[in-house]
């Protein structure tokens, strides 16, 4: 069981076969799966060799951070908050077109499913105080060059994870030297993908770690409704190709709910105790401060510029249903979704450890846009998804904020870190 799981690689990552839902769910036979145990065994000795040599860590030029990023020149004590703010119509908005970036993913290109309103796409964020400066691609290009970028986390991480490939390739002339590294294509459920933008030595990965910690089948005698159990004391297994990266940007919190982990038979373990009556709450906690342990001991702060995105909020009428509504504009009120226990347990943890880590607080920003779902312009579209989010839409703005963090830490020392917001 252990060994089938730490068998990961970048191709078996793809086939998704270590999450332990694989073979109970699809019924393939016991047999198949210890073939694809040895298979994997073997693959992955040589595709985690071959996959170091793109990924070399280049220690010359690092990030940092600095505390004073969001006050001004004067270094008055107006600070800007920069998720403080509103949304503004802008002309100059979307980013990207959709249709020239083929890492947008069907199911997100709304405008190419068939939705005809396209306020919802040119929409930008405005802090109240002061601006997010407008993305110099090229500027950017040149800050990646020679380093890794890795999203770990969920569905919606990928979304950030192709929001920004996209922002990117739209400063390149020539986009066929923008290419997924094992040629695979974007799936639901593939673990990893890794983009490289040739031209400039750099990789815009992709893991995905639901829960960020380790998903295993179940303990023998333990009641039969338990499948699988949350190892909520062990962060993720692929979670060692996320260590020696540049710019590691985390979430986690949708799959935290009592259908995804209780209704599909999954339950919390510590140590070799089963958790049974353990609340979600209490177990993500657990699992973020297993996070926090794992960034302490394992990130080198001076390389490693650490972010976890807080939770992304949906506008669903009724969940159970899957009915919503997509609205045409952005609410005036955030109606209480800009505020989320997820998101209050990540500012506790981070607040309490040493390595720095910018918190990304997404929330009460996407609140307001119940505009941007995919609704029924996804794959799917006789299901309604307020969850997910249309591109070019929100996760790009998300990657506006990323990116001015790390042009300002990369400014010279003269110029203080706020100048990446811009007062206004
Ligand atoms: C700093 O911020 C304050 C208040 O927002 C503003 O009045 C001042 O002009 C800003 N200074 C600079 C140098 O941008
Ligand atoms: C590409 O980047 C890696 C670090 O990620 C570095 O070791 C290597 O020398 C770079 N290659 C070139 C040709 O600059
Ligand atoms: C959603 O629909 C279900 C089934 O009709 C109902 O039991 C539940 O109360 C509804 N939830 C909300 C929030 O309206
Ligand atoms: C909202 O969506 C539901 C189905 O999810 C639909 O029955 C209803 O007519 C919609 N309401 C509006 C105002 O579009
Ligand atoms: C923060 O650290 C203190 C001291 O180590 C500890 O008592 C507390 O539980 C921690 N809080 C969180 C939210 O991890």
């Known amino acids: ?41 073997v693959s992955f000795f040589f595709v985690i060799g071959c996959g170091y040599l793109y990924v070399l860590p280049n220690l010359t030029h690092t990030f940092h951070d600095h505390a004073d990023r969001f006050s001004n020149f004067s270094g008055s004590e107006d600070t800007c ?27 997100f290109n709304c405008l190419d499913n068939g939705r005809t309103d396209n306020d919802y796409i040119k929409w930008r964020w405005k802090p109240k105080n002061c601006a997010i400066p407008k993305v110099n691609v090229q500027l950017v290009l040149e800050i990646l060059r020679n380093k890794r970028v890795v999203f770990v986390g969920d569905s919606m991480s990928r979304t950030q994870w192709e929001s920004l490939i996209c922002l990117l390739m739209n400063g390149l002339e020539d986009k066929n030297s923008v290419y997924e590294v094992n040629g695979n294509k974007i799936t639901k459920q593939i673990r990893f993908l890794g983009v490289r933008f040739s031209s400039f030595n750099f990789t815009i990965e992709f893991y995905r770690s639901v829960f960020l910690v380790q998903h295993y089948w179940a303990p023998k005698h333990v009641p039969r409704r338990v499948r699988s159990t949350l190892k909520l004391d062990k962060l993720d297994d692929i ?28 339950y919390f373990q510590v140590g070799n105790s089963l958790k049974l009556g353990m609340p979600i709450a209490s177990a ?58 997820f998101s209050d347990a990540v500012f506790e943890v981070v607040n309490n450890m040493t390595v720095p880590v910018t918190v990304l607080h997404i929330t009460p920003m996407s609140a307001f846009r119940s505009d941007a779902h ?17 591109l070019p839409g ?13 042009l300002g830490s990369n400014e010279p020392a003269s110029t203080s870190a706020s100048t990446r917001f811009k007062n206004v």
């Not at 929100?394 to 790390?406: K, T």
Request: hydrophobic content about 40%; glycine content about 6%; aromatic content about 14%.
């Open 1 to 41: 069981m252990s060994s089938f799981s730490r068998s990961v690689s970048f191709k078996q990552r793809a086939a998704s076969i270590n999450s332990p839902g694989f073979c109970r769910k699809t019924l393939v036979p016991r047999l198949f799966c210890a073939l694809i145990v040895i298979g994997s065994l």
């Open 81 to 107: 908050d920069v998720y403080n703010g509103n949304w503004v119509l802008d002309d100059s908005y979307p980013l990207y077109n959709a249709l020239e970036c083929p890492f947008v993913e069907q199911g």
């Open 239 to 266: 979670s060692r190709e996320w260590i020696d990266s540049d710019v590691l940007i985390f979430n986690s919190g949708q799959w935290w709910i009592p259908g995804k982990i209780f209704g599909m038979g999954c």
């Open 284 to 341: 993500f906690r657990r699992a973020l401060s297993t996070w926090s342990s794992w960034v302490e001991s394992m990130i080198n702060p001076k390389r490693t510029q650490v972010f976890f995105r807080t939770f992304e909020p949906s506008h669903w009428r009724n969940l159970t249903l899957r009915q919503c509504n997509v609205t045409k504009f952005p609410l005036l009120e955030a109606g209480g979704k800009d505020s989320s226990s």
């Open 374 to 390: 995919v609704g029924t312009w996804s794959d799917r579209p006789s299901l309604s998804d307020c969850s997910h989010w249309c």
């Open 394 to 406: 929100v996760p790009d703005v998300w990657n506006e904020i990323v990116i001015s963090y790390l």
